[in-house]
Structure formats: structure tokens, C-alpha cells
């Protein structure tokens, strides 16, 4: 591996802005997070960064590494070309606040607009049942660490800005996460369609390819999503059905 | 207060992980305004990175178990120095807890007919560990989140606070900067609940995210309050420690319970060949044993990988010294063998362990599947926080509350996996409910005015010094080397008279940090005001070191290094002079109820 | 130390602008490569109406052929009435189900939205057009049709094991009899159907009717083991779709080219 290494870092804030070349040195396994903060402490310190754990489990340090969407403490130095210098750029779906920080805050604010979990009553003991299979369906959606990764590649998001009427993937899988929970006794079918826009949708699945937990986005949550959405409200069949068995919302 | 942007609450939550989160949600559900500010983004809080589960005594998996076998394991655990207490109510309340959490939309693992699966972990004597796969922090947090947001909770997030404000002897608010703009804001509140967490940022190889800068403890203890046990710091046996940009990334001790085996360069189960007295009864003294209980077997007694882990990380380290240590100073850690036992070996340890499998993959380029991790003790946990009572949480100082790790006592010496997240939810309950009592009888009380200017002042010193004086990085990294060689795992009285020197050195170059740029957004300021915080927490715990001339828990000193009954008897306390020098002081431990002790006994 | 402001976003990039450094065009241009290829292939096969059987094989893009005149017709010759002016092929009858069922598949629909629309042209690279309305209303909300068009081909598929079927019983052109036997021809038959099994029964909306419709698919044994079934089929759902599309095409082919006499089947059995 090269000793050192160029990374080209996007420096600016509300008033403006642009690329700045820093040259480092780098070492085996780093990371370009490592790169970042070395940046920091030796060359810039008020560079901004957002990060907390790293190692991959709190989602904070969002980027856009050579326009790729990544988690820099996931990105390790010897998955990239150090030949040419390595741009690091905020994720641009979302306003800047500086640097390499972007303000998230709209992602909490959709999450609030979708229903919460509502239990269904317990056993007789006070407790749930569930089958592990079961589980396994909405765990896989709950592995998801909030890094609005999935958010920033969205074109609908990124390229449309399509905030008012589009709650992201990231909300999808929450709501699959919820929908799919044995245990909820909730309905947020109409709502998906209605009001997080499942429809906008057009399965490119750029959401699933970056995706650091590796969550089946598009297929495992979006897609049943949108069968879910036909049943209730397009397909004329289930319709038919559910009026026959006198239930349910037609 | 003019000039500051001023928010106004019945309860102000400092911290949004485990705990905070659980205090916000109790104190709202009681009709308190609850303002709960974080220092990072909400739901990132350093409660995501445990892995191995909530401990409580569902007797799930295992019908033997419940609160008194967990009351008498979290007693052994911390080697009797816990505040008996809150090991009492930790113990009886954490099942409650736990199935609140599944009320809430938590998605545990299941057992075979259905109900919430529990595995097994050091010092537990049965499976207790409710989790899911190795993401159990995360799962936690996540859920208390979905809920808190739909309570009316006002969250402010990334904001720091670095001073409370007092008026009378009682807390009436802080005052604090947002991270993103810099501006400062002044809280007003009738109780203040702290869930800061930890100081694990203090050594060089830790787990800890950077938030871990001690600042509840600083905060309690600025403001007056008394710090205990300090000395209890926490070091995970099993970190990594290849490649170096990766060192100290907790590996959990899942691994270890799913049968993930110690070894030393030359291939010796070497934890077997130091089996403390007082476990040895529960403790396997064969492999095949060892690997039954990893199994289920309810006959068979658990490995000895699995013993606390004060214990396990000295372990490691006499074999790193004895020169029986990986090429990069720690030892292994194989799981991979179990396939000769598994015929489904690879997809099982996938499965269960998808984290690890994905970390090491990721990050050190290792198929943990296929061939052992490198591991080595990390700096984990801290024992020792703000002293509290047991019952309502609250501080020496009236209306000033803590939660979680910032606040002293349930773990002892010594903290058992999975305690730590039962305490956050027992605790921050509990927290929240009396902190929410306290405010409903009172007035919000004066902010003073002329301590807020002072604080935004001496805030604001490190930009008028400049890029001219020091950066705070460089004395950051030079107390996390201190305390990590002369305080850590193995510490002797002439090594922490140094420490102190050098944190004395220390703090007069803190003072003279400076950082250039300006206020939004600017990680080296925040550095330089978060020094303070980690200054204070570690003179806390090297004078609280020095103090206790005995081995015990968390806390390993070779130049005394058996344990002294005599020792037993009491907590170190800490508590700030009015000139600003620490004093220090032997608190005996009260007589515990008969009824506990028979517990104890029962179950030795 | 600067005043407070709004937080602003970055622009968005124009058409084709992205930091990518990889070559991110040649997906989409092999997409489209290969959907205007077999496009343009298969609209000209199934206008021909001619050259689409061969002994004992028909020609999956005419199968079942309803009216038509080779033997393999259901129901007799195209009606006398049929207007002059409209082109009759039997293939135009039974085409647009599989056509439609490909058009509206989750993983087509993807990739041809990406490779023909560019919306986006690839993951975080610039769009064309600011406009946008997705799949949430008209014309592509009837992409949801995709269920019906489902079971259609369903049969269309059953109909094609038939086919297989019948590629197994071969007549001496001289003495009339029928005997057991397998050609190259029939190899290439049952091959596509397989893939085309493998592509329809990994299908979103079967998944979704198998058992993603409910919370607790494990309530039911048997719904449980086709929801996993189907599930792994998904998994590869575009690996399927791309080798079942070449096999249907070759197949057309391999009849169209036999019977023209330019290749020559070879009898195995």
C-alpha cells in the first residue's frame, strides 16, 4: 500500500465553498475515517466530521466517498485507488451544515409522521408469542442503523427532492419492520400509499446496493410493501374477498 | 435568560442512550415537559455497541433462574462492594422491563415455543441474556426511540452541556452549545436526570465513542455532588487489536458464549489453568464440558472463557507478558472450531454472530468462520459514578438525578455483560419517575446570571488563544496515553503518583488550548472544552486507585495483589473542595437485610 | 465566527454528472443493449407466422398456438372474418401475456427505468429531466397489474411443459409411426422451461401471494415452505429473468433455424 495518500475534501459551509486537497500518511487497515480525523488533528483541526462509534453500528459518519454513498468507518483505504486522490463529500440529498456534516433532521421528522408500533393484547401470561421465523422477517429490517445512507442515494430524495411527498427507504423498511411485526395491531396500508408515497418508488434499488447492514431493502421491505398497498387498494379480487369475509377496510 | 436561548422543562434528560432515553419516556408518562438533550444525533448513542443482551431473570430457557440467583450473581460479580440495593431492585425489576421493551415494538429472539430466547454470558449461573443476535443495543435503543418520539419529549440534538446552574443548594438548569451553530443555551429545569455514560475516551484503547468524556460525572461533580468507586474501571478481555486504526472495537462476549474459545501462540486453553476459588464450583474443569453448557446442557458447568471479566482480561494479559501472545499483543479467540462440532458450523457462527462476522470481515479482512480473531483487553465500562440512592436515583444534590453508567453502585467492583442494559432501563425508570416526583411539587428555581456569562466566557477561550497555542488533540492524546499506561489494567502506586504529576502538567497545558475557525461545527473546540471533563475523571480515578491498597474487580494493582476482606467494608468517595482540590473519602457500606444475606449465602 | 443561516443544499447535478470514478454507464448500456436486441428479435419472429414448428417442436413465442394452421393448433385456423388489413400471426395472440409479465416485473421495471429513462441513469449520478411522478399515479401505477399477468403466465408455462412433452414423441415422416425419442430440440425446450420456472416461481407478487401477505407465515406449514421456497428463487430473481429471456429467444431460434433448414437437429435418443 502507498505511504501516503491525497484525499480531496469537500470544505465549506452555508456561505460556500469547495474541494480541498489534504496528502497524509497512511497505514495497513486504515480507514477513510482514520484518514479524516488524522486530517483533523494534524492539518485542520476545525474540520467538521460527524462520527461515533466506529465500527459500523451507529450510522454517524455518512459520506460520499469517490460519489459513492459509504460509511467512512467502513470504507477501508485498500478498497480504493490511492493513485488519484480520494474525494469525500457531505451526503448531498440533505442540507449542509459543514463540511462533511449534513442537517438529517428532516429523517426524524418524516419518522414521526408514520404510525408507531401498537401491541396487540398479551396472552394470558402477560407475555407474547412469536415464531422465530417470524421474527426473523422484521429483525432483518431492525438491523438498520439510521445512517440515511439508503436516504441520500434515493433519486426521488436526492435528485427530486421529493420531501413533502416521499418518506425514503429508510422510513419504507421502518414501516415493513412495523407492517410485518406479528405483534403490531396497527394499519399504516393506506397511509403508504397515501402519505409516504410508496408509489414514488421505481425499484432501482440503489438503496439495497449501499446499504452497510446489508438489509434486502428494495425486495424484502418495498416490494411486499407495494403487494401490500394492491392488496387494499387496487386489486379488485382481495377487494371482492374481504367484503365477502364482511371485514377489514375496502 | 436574556441574550441566551432559553428552554424551559419540568425534567431535562442529559443523555439520550439507554437511560436517558428510558428517564425522558418515565417522566413524560408521569406529565412532566421533559427536555432531553444530546450530545450526538438521536439514536446513536453509545447504547447501540452492546451486543450481548439485557440480563434478567425471565427463567425463560432455563426454570431455576430468578431474581435472587441474579441478585447473588450481580453480588459475586462486583465482589460484594455493590450498593445491595440497587442489585436488589435491578434483579426483581429487570424482567418487567424487559417485556415493557417487547410492548414497545422490540423484536427479540425467540425459543422454540415462542417466547423470548435468553443465552448465556460471564458470571450468570443460567441463561439470562435476552437478545437479538449480536445487535441487542441497538434493538434497545431503537425501541425506546420509536416510542419517546411519540410522548412529547423535546429533543435537542447535538447540544453539550458543560455546566449545571444551582440556586440554593438545588439544581434549577445547565447551560450548554448546540455542536451544529455553536450558539450556547441556558435549560431551565425543576430535575435534572444525568445518563452520560462513561469515560472510556480517557485511555487510548478503549471501545468508547468519543462522547465518553465523563461529562455527567464532571457535571455532578462540578456542581458539588460526590463520585464513587471511581477506581472500577472496566476492561474488556476481548477488544481487537489488528489492524491498529481498529484497536480496542469491542468483540463481544456472544462469541465466547457460543463457544468461542481463548487461546495463547502456542494453541493452550490457558483459561483453564487459573480458575479463581469462589467460581470454581460453577466452572467447567474439561472442554467437553465447557462445550455442553455453550450447548444448553443444563448438567454442565460454563467454560472458563466465560468467568467475569475483570478476571478473563488479567488472564490475557499475563499470557501476552509471559511473551504467549499473538504477533499483535493480544491472544486468540477461536470460534471457527466449533464446525468440527457443528455440521453446519460456518452458517450457525453467521447466524448467531452476524456483527462480529461482518466486523472482522469488513475491518480486519478475517473470516472469523474460518480462522481465529486477535484479542485483547479494551477499555469497556466504569464502575464508579455519581453516588446515588438506591431507590430514587438521586444525587447528594437536590434534584439532581443519575442513570446508567454515570451513576455508581449496582455493579460493585466488577460488572457482569448484559447488567449494563438492565441498569439503563431499571434505573432510567426509576430515575425518571422520582425525578418527574420531585419537579411536580416545585417551581422552576433562578438561573444565576453571572455563572452562565462565566461559563460562556472561559467557553469561549480557546478561540481568543487561536491556532497559536496548543491543539487540545495533541493533550487529549496525551492523557489517554497516560492513563492508559500508568492507570490501566495493572496499576502500582509509584506509576499513579506519576499519573498524577502528569495530569497536574496536563490540566496547565489544557488551559492554554487554543483552536482556530469559528463556532459552527468545530470538532477541535468541542475537544478542547470536552478536556476538563476528562481531566476531572481521571484524577478521580487515579486518587481513587491510590486509595484502595487491594486488589478487587475491575481493579488490579500488583503491588497489592490479593483482595483485603478489610477493603470490603467501604465505597471510595470523591467530592470537590470549595478550593477546587479533590477530597477523598471511606463511605462504609451498610449492613445489608438478613434476607439478601441468606440469598447470598443460599446460593454461594 | 459567522452569523447563523439557513442551512443550503448542495445543487442537484445535472444529466450524467456524478463523483462515480467507476464506469457506471455500462450497466445501463448493456441493459439496453440486450432488451433492444431480444426487443426487436422477437417482434420480428412473431410477426413471421411461418417457420415456428419443426417435427415435434413448437416454438415457445406460439405456444399455445389457439388458431393457427401448423399441427400444433388448439383451435383450427385463423377465422375466415379476420380482417385482411390486420396482420394475423398466432404468436400476437399469446405473446403479450409474457411480454406484459416481463414489462411489469419488479426487477425489469428497475432496470429499464434506469437504462431507458434514466431516472436515475445510475445510483447518484445526475438525472435528465427535474420532473418526476414515479409508479404513484398514471400511466405506471398499472405496472400493478403485475399479479394478473402472474397467473396468465402461469399457464402459458404449464402449457410449455406440455410442449415439452410433445417433444418427446417423434413421427417417421415415412412410416407414419410415433416413437419415444429426445433431440437437441427437446433439450433446448425443457432448458428454457426450467428457467422460466425458476424465473416466474421467484416472483414478487407470488412470494407476496404465497405468504409475504401475512405476519405469521410459520401458522401455516405449508404456506411457510413455499414462502421460503419462493423467497430463495427471488433472491436470484434477476439472474433468472436475464438467462430465461435468452432461453425463450433461443429456443425460437433453434425451431426457426431447423425448420428453415439452415441447422440441423441432431437426435440423442
Known sequence: MAESATFRIWRGDTAGGGFQDYTTSVSEGMVVLDAVHQIQAQQAGDLAVRWNCKAGKCGSCSAEVNGNPRLMCMTRLNQLDLSAPVTVEPMRAFPLVRDLVTDVSWNYRAKQGIRPFRARPAGADGTWRMAQVDAERVQEFRKCIECFLCQDVCHVLRDHRMFDDFAGPRHMVYAAALEMNPLDADDRVRDLRARHGIGYCNITKCCTKVCPEGITITDNAIIPLKERVVDRLYDPVTRLLRLLRGGGDV | ?604 | MSATTAPVRLPVRRFGETARSDRWWIQPLVVVLALTTFLVYSGWAALQGDHYTFGPYLSPFYSPELLGTSPHNWFGPPPASWPSWLPFSPALLILPIPALFRLTCYYYRGAYYKAFWADPPSCAVGEPRSRYRGENSFPLVLQNIHRYVLFLSLAVLAVLFLDVWHALWFTDPVTGAVSFGVGVGTIVLAANCVLLSGYLLGCHSLRHVVGGCVDQVSRAPLGHRAYACVSCLNRRHMLWAWCSLFTVGFSDLYVRMCSMGVWQDFRIL
Open chain 2, 1 to 604: 435568560m436574556p441574550g441566551y436561548d432559553t428552554s424551559e422543562h419540568d425534567v431535562l434528560v442529559i443523555g439520550a442512550g439507554g437511560a436517558g432515553l428510558r428517564a425522558a419516556i418515565e417522566a413524560s408518562a408521569r406529565g412532566a415537559r421533559v427536555g432531553l438533550v444530546c450530545k450526538s444525533l438521536l439514536g446513536k448513542a453509545h447504547t447501540v455497541m452492546a451486543e450481548g443482551g439485557i440480563a434478567a431473570a425471565l427463567a425463560n430457557v432455563d426454570d431455576r433462574d430468578n431474581w435472587q440467583v441474579h441478585f447473588a450473581d450481580t453480588m459475586r460479580g462486583g465482589q460484594y462492594v455493590n450498593n445491595w440495593r440497587m442489585a436488589e431492585l435491578h434483579a426483581k425489576e429487570a424482567p418487567d422491563r424487559v417485556r415493557e421493551l417487547e410492548r414497545w415494538g422490540a423484536v427479540f429472539d425467540r425459543t422454540d415455543d415462542g417466547r423470548i430466547l435468553q443465552r448465556n454470558f460471564g458470571g450468570h449461573r443460567y441463561p439470562r441474556l435476552a437478545h437479538v443476535g449480536d445487535r441487542t443495543g441497538l434493538e434497545m435503543i431503537r425501541t425506546l426511540q420509536d416510542h419517546g418520539i411519540h410522548q412529547g419529549i423535546d429533543v435537542h440534538m447535538e447540544c453539550t452541556i458543560v455546566r449545571l446552574l444551582k440556586d440554593g443548594g438545588r439544581v434549577t438548569g445547565a447551560f450548554g452549545y448546540e455542536r451544529e451553530r455553536g450558539r450556547f443555551r441556558v435549560f431551565r429545569a425543576k430535575a435534572i436526570v444525568l445518563a452520560t455514560g462513561g469515560i472510556g475516551r480517557a485511555f487510548r484503547i478503549t471501545s468508547n465513542s468519543w462522547e465518553y468524556t465523563g461529562d455527567g460525572h464532571t457535571l455532578a461533580y462540578d456542581a458539588g455532588a460526590e463520585l464513587m468507586d471511581m477506581e472500577f474501571v472496566q476492561f474488556h478481555p476481548t477488544g481487537m487489536v489488528w489492524p491498529p486504526s481498529v484497536r480496542g472495537i469491542l468483540v463481544t462476549e456472544g462469541v465466547r458464549g457460543e463457544g468461542g474459545v481463548l487461546l495463547n501462540s502456542e494453541g493452550r486453553r490457558f483459561m483453564f489453568d487459573d480458575i479463581p476459588e469462589n467460581y470454581r464450583s460453577q466452572t467447567a474443569d474439561n472442554a467437553e464440558e465447557g462445550w455442553r453448557y455453550t450447548q444448553g446442557d443444563r448438567s454442565a458447568r460454563r467454560p472458563p472463557e466465560l468467568l467475569t471479566r475483570d478476571h478473563v482480561s488479567r488472564c490475557i494479559m499475563r499470557e501476552v507478558r509471559a511473551g504467549r501472545g499473538s504477533p499483535h499483543g493480544g491472544v486468540y479467540l477461536d470460534i471457527s472450531w466449533i464446525k468440527s462440532r457443528l455440521p453446519s458450523g460456518a452458517e450457525h457462527i453467521r447466524k448467531k454472530l452476524p456483527s462480529m462476522y461482518h466486523q472482522f470481515k469488513q475491518l480486519a479482512d478475517l473470516d472469523i468462520t474460518d480462522a481465529p480473531m486477535e484479542v485483547g483487553p479494551t477499555t469497556h465500562y466504569v464502575m464508579g459514578g455519581v453516588r446515588v440512592d438506591g431507590d430514587t436515583q438521586m444525587s447528594s444534590v437536590p434534584g439532581l438525578f443519575a442513570a446508567g453508567e454515570c451513576a455508581a453502585g449496582i455493579n460493585g467492583a466488577n460488572r457482569l455483560g448484559g447488567n449494563s442494559l438492565s441498569d439503563l432501563l431499571v434505573f432510567g425508570k426509576r430515575a425518571g419517575e422520582h425525578a418527574a416526583d420531585y419537579a411536580a411539587g416545585r417551581q422552576l428555581g433562578e438561573v444565576p446570571a453571572p455563572e452562565v456569562e462565566e461559563s460562556a466566557r472561559r467557553a469561549l477561550e480557546p478561540f481568543e488563544r487561536g491556532t497559536g497555542g496548543e491543539g487540545p488533540y495533541q493533550v487529549q492524546y496525551a492523557l489517554q496515553d497516560a492513563m492508559q499506561d500508568l492507570v490501566g489494567i495493572v496499576r502500582n502506586e509509584p506509576e499513579m503518583r506519576r499519573a498524577l504529576d502528569v495530569l497536574a502538567d496536563l490540566r496547565a497545558r489544557a488551559a492554554q488550548v487554543g483552536v482556530g475557525g469559528h463556532r459552527e461545527y468545530n470538532p477541535a473546540w468541542h475537544a478542547a472544552l470536552d478536556l476538563h471533563n476528562l481531566l476531572t475523571v481521571s484524577e478521580a480515578v487515579t486518587r481513587s486507585a491510590i486509595e484502595r491498597q487491594e486488589s478487587r474487580g475491575g481493579h488490579f494493582r500488583d503491588d497489592f495483589p490479593e483482595k483485603d476482606p478489610a477493603c470490603a467494608t467501604f465505597n471510595l468517595v470523591v467530592r470537590r473542595n470549595d478550593d477546587g482540590s479533590m477530597q477523598m473519602s471511606r463511605v462504609p457500606i451498610p449492613r445489608m437485610p438478613d434476607e439478601l444475606r441468606r440469598v447470598i449465602e443460599d446460593m454461594k
